[in-house]
Antibody
Framework: EVQLVETGGGLIQPGGSLRLSCAAS????????MGWVRQAPGKGLECVSV???????FYADSVKGRFTVSRDSSKNTLYLQMNSLRAEDTAVFHC???????WGQGTLVTVSS | DVVMTQSPLSLPVTLGQPASISCRSS???????????LNWFQQRPGQSPGRLIY???NRDSGVPDRFSGSGSGTDFTLEISRVEAEDVGIYYC?????????FGQGTRVEIE
């Protein structure tokens, strides 16, 4: 059974940094496309970053230069390093596998002073 | 960016009746490998999204056969043959042919 478990969300001041983690079981992170989708309160879905099995990375324009996706094969974990956070980054962040076959439960990031 | 436009945005339905959601993309979703990477997701209240359909018309395992997907190029449809109470939620189409991967605005399905 595939499980994705996100951690690392919380309340952070504008300009601050957070690192989200997505621990995977039942799949090998480095063998798959994986990524991060966020959902602002009461809003729709936005794909913010993807990392391919070969290690290529992609970012939405809204986060380019501020967010970095990475993975640790030894821990079978996906990460999203988020810097220079803004109020508009407030959202539930989900990690997902491939074309969305599996999703984590999400972790809430709130950017507020 | 590829813009995904869903209609309607709100869909009141009667139990046991069919329902249909349209999704149009601003450019063709046919990939260079010949596949069309158009998926449908259901998000029940308070839950993470779950995939129903991948590559236009392939139902994920465990998805009831009352759900079906069709379409090609830029025009796609999700159909529910007979709506049940558990189908209440928001439905999203998503393309992952072109980066950035983009979602439709969502269609809220509710029981009349």
């Amino acid at each position: 059974e595939v499980q994705l478990v996100e951690t690392g969300g919380g309340l952070i001041q504008p300009g601050g940094s957070l690192r989200l983690s997505c621990a995977a079981s039942g799949i090998t992170v480095s063998d798959n496309y994986m990524g991060w989708v966020r959902q602002a309160p009461g809003k729709g879905l936005e794909c913010v970053s993807v990392i391919t099995s070969s290690g290529s990375t992609f970012y939405a324009d809204s986060v380019k230069g501020r967010f970095t996706v990475s993975r640790d094969s030894s821990k079978n974990t996906l990460y999203l390093q988020m810097n220079s956070l803004r109020a508009e980054d407030t959202a539930v962040f989900h990690c997902f596998l491939g074309g969305g076959r599996y999703w984590g439960q999400g972790t809430l990031v709130t950017v507020s002073s | 960016d590829v813009v995904m436009t869903q209609s309607p945005l709100s869909l009141p339905v009667t139990l046991g009746q069919p329902a249909s959601i349209s999704c149009r993309s601003s450019q063709s979703l046919v990939s260079g490998d010949g596949n069309t990477y158009l998926n449908w997701f259901q998000q029940r209240p308070g839950q993470s999204p779950g995939r129903l359909i991948y590559k236009v018309s392939n139902r994920d395992s465990g998805v009831p056969d009352r759900f079906s997907g069709s379409g090609s190029g830029t025009d796609f449809t999700l159909e529910i043959s007979r709506v049940e109470a558990e189908d209440v939620g928001i439905y999203y189409c998503m393309q992952h042919t072109h980066w950035p991967w983009t979602f439709g605005q969502g269609t809220r399905v509710e029981i009349e």
